[in-house]
């Protein structure tokens, strides 16, 4: 087993691509809860409707556990999570807009939930003491996520018509992103591979095609001929773009704290 990240050394570029990784999780995170949120209300029954607040729980806990591993980086993590603008949120494009019916939170949950479940297992068994001690939880709660998004991809892609189709086309739409993102390798995630922080983008990339193959199937996406999308923003770890301001108001708390009386 690798030897533990020593963090007390870690300087210049290499920090700078740990605090990149750990941002663009936990922004992930936080924003994932947001869209699960907005189908609290929407979903098809009231118990699905329940199973999104839970998950919606689950997202935003999970944040909260990665953002504060800035701390052992020298970093408070309250401005990274209420102060930032809109332009500097690293989530995964998936989130950047509220998805427009069923079938799009459907792929969100299978796709986009999977595609930040992939990287947290690699970062899990790398040599960052803390995902190794928080994220295996967030994992075994992630299972729940996968295990309804399954059920409802399946059911969807059997009911053909509308449904189907809807179910296609923002898997069609969505993949090409998260290939991307899963399979960074810019010269920060290369930092990340060469400290044993995750590891390789082969890697990640077959580990997420295996996990999403049989549902894409269901649609006529082969996984193994997507491109993933050659735009990239280097600086958040994303591709280009950014979640509309609402949930960015949403993830910082705006409305919380005006509501505060000192």
Same mark, same amino acid.
């Given at each position: 087993?690798?030897?533990?990240?020593?963090?007390?050394?870690?300087?210049?570029?290499?920090?700078?691509? !740990? +605090?990149?990784?750990?941002?663009? @999780?936990?922004?992930?995170?936080? +924003? !994932?809860? +947001?869209?699960?949120?907005?189908?609290?209300?929407?979903?098809?029954?009231?118990?699905?409707?329940?199973?999104?607040?839970?998950?919606? /729980?689950?997202?935003?806990?999970?944040?909260?556990?990665?953002?504060?591993?800035?701390?052992?980086?020298? +970093?408070?993590? $309250?401005?990274?999570?209420?102060?930032?603008?809109?332009?500097?949120?690293? #989530?995964?494009? *998936?989130?950047?807009?509220? /998805?427009?019916?069923? *079938?799009?939170?459907?792929?969100?949950?299978?796709?986009?939930?999977?595609?930040?479940?992939?990287?947290?297992?690699?970062?899990?068994?790398?040599?960052?003491?803390?995902?190794?001690?928080?994220?295996?939880?967030?994992?075994?709660?992630?299972?729940?996520?996968?295990?309804?998004?399954?059920?409802?991809?399946?059911?969807?892609?059997?009911?053909?018509?509308?449904?189907?189709? !809807?179910?296609? #086309?923002?898997?069609?739409?969505?993949?090409?992103?998260?290939?991307?993102?899963?399979?960074?390798?810019?010269?920060?995630?290369?930092?990340?591979? &060469? $400290?044993?922080?995750?590891?390789?983008?082969?890697?990640?990339?077959?580990?997420?095609? &295996? !996990?999403?193959?049989?549902?894409?199937? @269901?649609?006529?996406?082969?996984?193994?001929?997507?491109?993933?999308?050659?735009?990239?923003?280097?600086?958040?770890?994303?591709?280009?773009?950014?979640?509309?301001?609402?949930?960015?108001?949403? $993830?910082?708390?705006?409305?919380?704290?005006?509501?505060?009386?000192?």
């Amino acid at each position: 087993m690798s030897e533990p990240l020593n963090i007390s050394t870690l300087e210049g570029a290499r920090r700078d691509a !740990l +605090i990149r990784l750990i941002i663009t @999780l936990a922004d992930s995170k936080r +924003i !994932l809860g +947001i869209r699960y949120s907005d189908w609290t209300l929407g979903a098809p029954s009231i118990e699905t409707g329940v199973s999104t607040s839970s998950m919606t /729980q689950d997202e935003w806990g999970h944040a909260r556990l990665l953002y504060a591993m800035l701390k052992k980086l020298g +970093i408070d993590p $309250a401005p990274v999570e209420h102060d930032r603008p809109g332009e500097e949120f690293a #989530s995964i494009a *998936a989130l950047d807009h509220e /998805q427009p019916d069923w *079938a799009g939170l459907v792929v969100l949950m299978t796709l986009a939930d999977g595609a930040v479940s992939t990287v947290l297992r690699s970062f899990a068994t790398g040599t960052f003491d803390l995902a190794q001690n928080r994220v295996p939880k967030m994992l075994a709660e992630e299972e729940f996520h996968a295990s309804l998004g399954s059920a409802w991809y399946r059911r969807l892609a059997a009911t053909g018509g509308e449904a189907r189709q !809807l179910l296609t #086309s923002s898997t069609e739409a969505m993949l090409p992103g998260l290939l991307a993102w899963v399979g960074a390798d810019d010269d920060a995630a290369r930092l990340m591979v &060469d $400290a044993g922080v995750i590891g390789p983008a082969s890697e990640r990339l077959t580990a997420f095609r &295996d !996990l999403v193959r049989d549902f894409v199937a @269901l649609v006529g996406v082969d996984i193994d001929s997507v491109e993933a999308s050659a735009d990239w923003d280097e600086a958040r770890g994303r591709t280009p773009g950014r979640p509309d301001e609402e949930a960015c108001q949403r $993830a910082r708390g705006d409305l919380n704290r005006a509501l505060l009386v000192e």
